[in-house]
């Protein structure tokens, strides 16, 4: 199969650290790769010729071929393309310098794992992690914004890959927003581009280790803590006040919700009490996150604590948990909730990371806000398929560098 050649004609990257990221799944899949030049060579019995020379100009460099577009599918056990089986479960065309390939109608650099699972295909996108970042960085952050915040982006970015390469998995992340999002070629800008290349390298790390750098698009004024939202305590994931954090088209925000829909999502969270009459948050964290919500009906009164208070606020259609619920519910009645911010507020605000850079701060001082005690270090890239290593660790300016440089960080 000429696929099968083109794994063997265009090798593989060595000497860069690659990740694996599930880009597309389906019944089958649509690939477009490149085919080998004229001089790369043909093994017998693949079907492969040479380009054509143009007539009269015998001395002439031959057109550049044209990519080859393959359906891949699943028959059994094995993957087929363009229909015929191609006799293994898995196929490879890795990664060589400059190289892109197409997977489900979006083009990625780098190379392609395709996988039969289950009766599906799993188009899996191989590439540098640099250029990785290149789809990720301005998917998740807008190009136009400072490049410190950019810069601030591409690390954590870089950490969040990095501290998930597992050589053991088929792959190491995906593409959507349950990992981070990640667009491929077309997503590329020039700002994020510098930022990527004015920070190559560089994670941040804790205890020798790749850092857990989550991130929301905005803290509210507050960042929380991992133990108040996931119940697990990171010493460098902590509740902050975060006055960088304003400005944001969801700084604070305002929201109605009718009586069904609140008994409806009530229902979602096994509170049986008959038709509601009151919903209070009874109890928030230290940065004003719901802890515990109190449910009363005409059949009684239930408590939802934790997390499920935090997941109950919401699924009402919540843009954060920091918030309060006010006034009665009931028919007519709608529930007023009433907050601050976007998403879980745990480590980085990207709202925040603006506000410390219009503020002159370099990406080192805002990661070292928003993880403080924390390092950075550089991935140690070598050749070889492992988890990365890292070298040259310096610890990350700490809250009270900032607050001398005259940030104002108490």
Known sequence: MRFLMLALALGSGAGALNVRVLVASGPQLGVRVPTPAPADPV?????????????????????????????????????????????????????????????????????????????????INVVDVEDYLRGVVPAEMPSTWPAAALAAQAVIARTYVAARVNPALPYDTCATETCQVYRGVTAE???????????????????????????????????????????????????????????????????????????????????????LASVRVTRASVSGRAQEITLTGTGGTALLSGANAGGFIRSLGAASSRATLSGPVGPGTPLVVEGFGAGHGVGLSQYGALGLARQGMTHPQ????????????????????????????????????LARSGSHVE
Do not use: C, K, M
């Not at 080859?68 to 059994?76: A, C, D, Q």
């Not at 190559?200 to 803590?225: I, L, N």
């Not at 928003?370 to 660790?393: E, K, N």
């Open 43 to 123: 093994p017998p019995g693949l079907g492969l010729t040479p380009t054509t020379p143009v007539p009269g100009a015998p001395d002439a460099t031959p057109p550049p071929p044209s990519p080859s577009l393959w359906t891949v599918g699943v028959r059994g056990a094995n993957l087929t393309l363009n229909g015929a089986d191609a006799g293994s479960p898995s196929l490879y065309l890795p990664p060589s310098p400059g190289s892109v390939v197409e997977i489900g109608g979006r083009t990625y650099r780098g190379g392609v794992l395709l996988r039969a699972e289950r009766g599906t295909v799993q188009g």
């Open 189 to 275: 800008r020039a700002n994020a581009d510098a930022a990527i290349r004015a920070t190559a390298g560089e994670v941040v790390a804790y205890d020798g280790r790749p850092a857990s750098t989550y991130f929301s698009s905005d803290s509210g004024g507050f960042t929380a803590s991992s133990a108040e939202v996931w119940g697990r305590d990171v010493p460098y994931l902590i509740a902050r006040a975060d006055p960088y954090s304003v400005g944001g088209p969801r700084s604070r925000w305002r929201l109605e919700v009718g009586a069904a829909r609140v008994q409806e999502v009530a229902a979602r969270y096994g509170v049986g009490v008959g038709p």
């Open 366 to 401: 805002i990661l070292g806000f928003y993880y403080p005690g924390t390092s950075l270090g550089l991935l140690a890239r070598g050749p070889g398929v492992g988890r990365p290593s890292f070298a040259g660790l310096r610890p990350l300016p700490s809250p009270a560098v």
